[in-house]
């Protein structure tokens, strides 16, 4: 059974940090690229940043210089570093996990609120 558990969202104040961690279990870890995605409400799900198996990075442009992506595949987690915090980042942020078309699992999400 394949579960990725976010943790580390809450609510933090404009300018401030925060640090996302998603623990995977019931996958190969280390061959799946890992991204954290997020949606606010009324809006679609949009991509925040990606990390590739072979640790090749992505970012949306709006957190581009903030956000920073990280993987540490001895402990199958993945991290999201949020600097800079602004309140147009307050949304649900879910990680997932993609190997293939028909392995691509997502977490439950965890919610972070920056306020103004």
């Known amino acids: 059974q394949v579960q990725l558990v976010e943790s580390g969202g809450g609510l933090v104040q404009a300018g401030g940090s925060l640090r996302l961690s998603c623990a995977a279990s019931g996958i190969v870890f280390s061959i799946n690229d890992m991204a954290w995605y997020r949606q606010a409400p009324g809006k679609q799900r949009e991509l925040v940043a990606g990390i590739t198996a072979s640790g090749r990075l992505n970012y949306a442009d709006s957190v581009k210089g903030r956000f920073t992506i990280s993987r540490d595949n001895t402990r199958d987690t993945v991290y999201l570093q949020m600097n800079s915090l602004k309140p147009e980042d307050t949304a649900v942020y879910y990680c997932?996990?993609?190997?293939?078309?028909?392995?691509?699992?997502w977490g439950q999400g965890t919610q972070v609120t920056v306020s103004s």
């Open positions: 997932n996990a993609r190997y293939s078309r028909v392995s691509d699992h």
